[in-house]
Each structure stands twice: as C-alpha cells, then as structure tokens.
Nanobody
Framework: QVTLVESGGGLVQPGGSLGLSCTAS????????MGWYRQAPGKERELVAN???????KYADSVKGRFTISRDNVKKKVDLQMTSLKPEDTATYYC??????????????WGQGTQVTVST
C-alpha cells in the first residue's frame, strides 16, 4: 500500500504565491509518474501538471508560465510551486503517483487533497 501526504494549501490573495508538497511512503517499486490534479466545486477534476518518466513535463494550459512542478524520486516527493495565482485557481488539489511493480504492473494512488483558495 502507498500513502500520499500533501501539505501547503491555504488562502492567498490574487497575484500571490503558494507551494504544495506531496510525499509518498509505503511499498513503492518504481515511480512512473507523479503529479497534481485539481477540482473546483461543480467542475470536473483536471490535470494541473505531471512528471511522467520518459516524457516531457506536462502543464495545463491555464497554469503554464505560472506553476512549476518538480519531482524527486529519491525523496518520493512532488512539489508544485504556484505563482501569480488567480481566483480561478481555487480548488482542492490532489497529488497522485503511478508506481510499477516488478512485473511492470501499474497502480495509481491519490492523496487526500489540499484546499487552495485565492481570494481577497
């Protein structure tokens, strides 16, 4: 079993910055991907950014140039630095990880979510 613990959410004013962090623990073979999704009230969950092994870092168009994702396989950690935040970035942010076992079978795990609110 794999557990993800997120931290760093909170309330920030428009134009401000916030950092999210997510650390994985448990029975982790090979990390294939880590990233962040978000879900605003009444909306679908959407990909914010991810780091997939062997692929370019992917960002949602709405956050390109403002958010930066980084992944540390040794620490089993993924961070999301958010700048120039907008009210429309308000959402619950979920960290996820895709791990491969020795048979290259993949499993996806999710964090509990952390709230980001951008408001005056």
């Amino acid at each position: 079993q794999v557990t993800l613990v997120e931290s760093g959410g909170g309330l920030v004013q428009p134009g401000g910055s916030l950092g999210l962090s997510c650390t994985a623990s448990g029975s982790i073979g090979t990390i294939y991907a880590m990233g962040w999704y978000r879900q605003a009230p009444g909306k679908e969950r959407e990909l914010v950014a991810n780091v997939v092994s062997g692929s370019p870092i992917k960002y949602a168009d709405s956050v390109k140039g403002r958010f930066t994702i980084s992944r540390d396989n040794v620490k089993k950690k993924v961070d999301l630095q958010m700048t120039s935040l907008k009210p429309e970035d308000t959402a619950t942010y979920y960290c996820y990880i895709v791990v491969l076992d020795h048979l290259l079978s993949d499993s996806t795990y999710w964090g509990q979510g952390t709230q980001v609110t951008v408001s005056t």
